[in-house]
């Protein structure tokens, strides 16, 4: 298991000059120059967010979609087919398998 590590920056006198270097989640590295900048790596970084939220929102309906097709609809099926099974058995062996057995 590998941990993502950043490095603390240093502070000798060329660092103080030049831009920061920041990294965030798969992020890749961005360049910190000025305050709009600022606003724009805030920005990069709730559209990434609202980007993975969307893609877990997404994977989450799939697998609701998923247990509905693989659970739900083969019981209820199976619920209703006996269900109506029943109830045609007890038709044929009241009307028989003639005209009335189908409303005719």
Known sequence: MSFNRRRAPSLTSDDATSSESYEDDGVSDY?????SSNGDFRRALEKRRRQRLQQEWDESMEQLQL???????PWFGKFWGRKWAHALHTRYLRVGLGKPFFYL
């Open 31 to 35: 360049t910190e120059t000025t305050d």
């Open 67 to 73: 247990i509905f097709v693989v659970v739900l609809m």
